[in-house]
């Protein structure tokens, strides 16, 4: 949690983290301190951010995470909805 709580933190479950030396954006919206989910990414080239909507939305998802079972997340990676990023191989640089 670590890295990301570094990002920026908006209310309800969603946050900014800035990346690739500040060139590129991506949107996380997280379940508690369980999970995290890369929801949006974009370069800071073609918008500043998103709009008061869009992060609505993002807290609406943030809102439906949290109402999620381990077994449900683990559903969304067996189905190849969502792809597991493990802070260990990130660590390893696999």
């Not at 077994?71 to 390893?92: N, P, R, Y």
Request: include cysteine; hydrophobic fraction near 40%; glycine fraction near 10%.
């Amino acid at each position: 949690m670590g890295v990301i709580a570094r990002g920026t933190v908006t209310p309800g479950g969603v946050f900014k983290k800035r990346l690739s030396n500040n060139q590129y954006r991506s949107i996380i919206v997280a379940r508690g301190g369980d999970f995290w989910v890369y929801s949006y990414l974009f370069a800071k080239q073609d918008r500043a951010n998103i709009d008061e909507g869009e992060l609505k939305v993002f807290r609406e998802i943030a809102r439906a995470y949290a109402g999620m079972t381990q077994a449900q997340a683990d559903d969304q990676v067996a189905d190849g909805h969502w792809t597991e990023i493990c802070a260990a191989e990130l660590e390893q640089g696999t």
